[in-house]
């Protein structure tokens, strides 16, 4: 029996993480995955001069965290900074693409927002508070904003988050930061004024909020962890896990090995969380287990650049009032250097989500076929044929943080304290987000008992 300080579960950016910092402060930790390798989702290709990415494409420096994380490992990996274009973002509308506005003139002129809504904005500052904490987004911005702020600024925002819809997502839980404008402030605007008169610590000043990548692809980064934690610090291809005893020894019966310790911490999906905990009351389990999950088909496409300024952005997005088959599609090889070959464009396209569930059950012909359609239709070339794509699925790509979300955090802290010693973490709460999943780790990490 191996003696432990802790047991993290699941070999994600969380776990990762996790798992790093506690062996930074000199704890015994050992790393647990089922698959065969580490990251999760998060994993890099390289092909025919194509880097690209089946799980997420960019990450956002939107804490000090994330930043801190970075420098941590400078050594071992290098943080990639976007190009100017990828401050652009480009919005469909009647089939054309437009840029999102980025400032009073363009907000004043874009043909996306409706006349109306341009001068309701104006009165946003003056708009009775909102009285309901579980709103959803949808109905907030309505209230806020109107209309056509929602159709094509907030829903496909949405999208490109959550791959969720706005009329089930609860602002409170899913656009925390924005509830507390107005829940602080009485006001989007007032609130966003106020947070800009802060005055802030030299950590936070560190926060930029830009989009970031890794060189080479994200999965260096998990890879760089991966080597800090050290190999004999991880257990891949674990196929069993059964816990046994109570608080403060808690015994692991994995494969290949048994280990005790007096806290393990789980960063795997609420879908998981039944058959890792069996001996969990089945109503507690079941109010954890209420987390619906955005499937998302990823299809990274190579083709030859087109010409003009077609892909000089962040990406476009589609709101759902355009019945397109796709959610949205990302430009890396505009955002990042290195990401394809010269005088061609890498893209990946994003098809599914909660409106479209049935795309992951496409086979890989249809799918190839739908996207083709897409891009021809959306860039208005008939004869673009790409000369690369990869495909994929993920079943449990987003967790949707819906009206639930509350009677979920609460049961996880019942569980919590019915358990002493396992804490329930992973984008089961605390936001989805890169940014987010190493602040949740960093936080765990630091409050750990010694």
């Known amino acids: ?33 089922k698959s065969s390798r580490t990251g999760g989702t998060i994993r890099s290709f390289h092909e025919n001069g194509y880097t690209f990415e089946s799980g ?15 420098d941590e490992l400078k050594d071992r990996c290098t943080l990639q900074l976007p190009r100017k274009e990828a401050y652009r973002r480009l919005i469909l509308k009647n089939g054309k693409l437009h840029a999102l506005p980025s400032g009073i003139i363009s907000g004043i002129t874009t043909p996306i927002i409706s006349v109306k809504d341009k ?4 009165l946003e500052p003056f708009r009775k508070k909102g009285d309901d904490p579980d709103e959803s987004i949808a109905a907030l911005t309505l209230r806020r904003l109107g209309k056509s702020y929602l159709t094509y600024c907030v829903d496909p ?4 988050i959550y791959a969720g819809d706005p009329n089930r997502l609860t602002t409170r839980y899913a656009l925390p930061k924005l509830y507390a404008l107005e829940a602080n402030h009485g006001s989007f605007i007032r609130g966003a004024i106020a947070k800009a008169k802060q005055p802030k610590t030299e950590r936070e000043k560190k926060v930029t909020n830009a989009v970031f990548s890794v060189e080479g692809g ?19 291809n674990n196929r069993s896990t059964v816990i046994s005893g109570s608080a403060p020894n808690w015994n692991l019966r994995l494969s290949g090995m048994e280990v005790s310790t007096p806290t393990i911490i789980s960063t795997v999906g609420s879908y998981a969380l039944p058959e890792l905990f069996p001996f969990a009351a089945e109503s507690l389990m079941n109010r954890i287990n209420n987390l619906r999950y955005a499937p998302i088909v990823q299809v990274a496409v190579g ?17 759902s009032a355009e019945k397109r088959n796709a959610l949205g599609i990302l430009y890396p090889s505009a955002c990042f250097e290195n990401r394809c070959p010269e005088n061609k464009a890498l893209l990946s396209v994003f098809l599914g989500g909660i409106r479209k569930p049935e795309m992951i059950d496409l086979s890989d012909q249809a ?16 004869d673009l044929n790409p000369e690369l794509m990869r495909i994929f699925r993920h079943t449990h790509a987003i967790p949707q943080y819906e009206q639930n979300s509350g009677d979920r955090l609460a049961a996880i802290s019942e569980f919590e304290n019915a358990y002493p010693g396992i804490i329930l973490a992973g984008n089961i709460r605390d936001g989805i987000s890169m940014a987010q999943r190493v602040k949740q780790a960093t936080d765990i990490s630091f409050f750990l008992p010694d």
């Open 1 to 33: 029996m191996r003696a432990l300080d802790a047991v993290v579960i699941g070999a994600g950016l969380t776990g990762l993480t996790l798992a790093f910092y506690l062996r930074k402060q000199g704890k015994k930790v050992l790393l647990v995955e």
């Open 56 to 70: 997420p494409n960019t990450g956002s420096l939107a804490n000090p965290e994330i930043i801190e994380l970075f």
């Open 119 to 122: 001068f309701n904005i104006l």
């Open 157 to 160: 925002f949405i999208s490109g």
């Open 218 to 236: 994200l999965s260096r980064l998990t890879q760089a962890l991966t080597n800090a934690i050290g190999e004999e610090n991880i257990l891949l």
């Open 303 to 319: 083709i030859h650049a087109l010409r003009g300024k077609a892909f000089q952005a962040f990406g476009a997005l589609f709101p």
């Open 367 to 382: 799918i190839e076929q739908l996207v083709c359609d897409e891009l021809r239709t959306v860039y208005r070339k008939p």
